[in-house]
């Protein structure tokens, strides 16, 4: 197998983002494949006791074991990295190993952490519940406001950690703002990039330190695995996250890595269609229902910010309707659009987050994160939206709107 060496690595960084896309981190093996070989591996063999010794001790190399090393999910890792526009990147076995992976790596009992309000609903049980547990303090802001992270600082602040666009209100972080504030008191910023993912937006391009991926959701974009990835430069994965990661195993399966390498290949014919399908959807439904948070439209308060750090919307919004009753009965009257928590499909899914993504959130803490009971967030897919369109207006119509 031709592995890439950093002189073919130097030369893939000046491809433009779909041939990176197509052809970024691909080895093949002696049998000149053009689809990316699958590794179903769990180990590897040496000719000699001398060479396992060699490769163990790194002077050597080679693969040793696939909980650190395996031929298709570096295939992966390597085509991720140049869609971000990242030193390095590496994969974990869902969206929740790499934000797990990526706080606990480099947190330890007595440091702060600054986190966003509006958030998935697991991310914010680590802040909440899982690093406070081991002695790290949190502290949660409104994202929206840069101001908040800076009045948040303290003297043992290690990490700002935040999504934008956020699940599920569509809160959407000045980048540039954070991050350089996070550079400027030695804070790692750690910024969650799901909903955008690299095709839409970079965020180490606004000054990001880390960036971290739930890899089910559009890099898969036709919900088929899970999948996750964290990127940051080679000396910050090498000697903080690996020595985490290594011993702990929360590894991508190369089967899984394999589909995500295919799922890359579209990812950017799918986000552009899927953000213009959910631009039409929208326009459909504002003004029909009482409120939007839809970041493509000019009625999202934070709209110019969320088109200067995104080159599109992206397929996914929220929008609001008169409590959990009438949220349900939307729901139920969908014909077309599936009921569904996932997003980043390349099906139009629909979920009332209070009900369901974010139901194990207190009650209390969802009205913080404004996460209410009429609440619907919509994922717009590849249909044809005016079948969207229409398959919403009955529904609209037998829930009374
Ligand atoms: C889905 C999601 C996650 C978690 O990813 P999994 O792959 O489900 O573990 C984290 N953050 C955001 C913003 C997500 O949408």
Redesign the pocket.
Known sequence: MKRLTGQDRATTATWRPATRAIRGGTARTEYGETSEALFLTSGYTYDRAADAAARFAGEQAGMTYSRLQNPTVEMLEQRIALLEGAEACRTMA????A?TAALLCQLSAGDHLVGGRA??G??RWLTDTLLPKFGIETTIVDARDPQQFADAIRPDTKVFFF?TP??PTMDVVDLRAVCDLARAHGITSVV?N??ATPALQRPMEWGADVTAY????MMDGQGRV???AVCGTEDWITNTLLPFTRNTGPTLSPFNAWVVLKGLETLDLRIRRQSENALAVGRFLEGRVPRMLHPGLPSHPQHALAMSQMDACGPIFAFEVEGREQAHALLDGLALVDISNN?GDSRSLMTHPASTTHASVSEEKRAEMGVTEGLLRLNVGLEDPADLIEDLDQALAQAGL
Do not use: P, Q, R, V
């Open positions: 869902t969206g929740m190993a934000m958030a998935f697991s991310c999504e956020a699940n969650d799901a909903f739930s890899a089910t959701k899970l999948a996750g997003i």
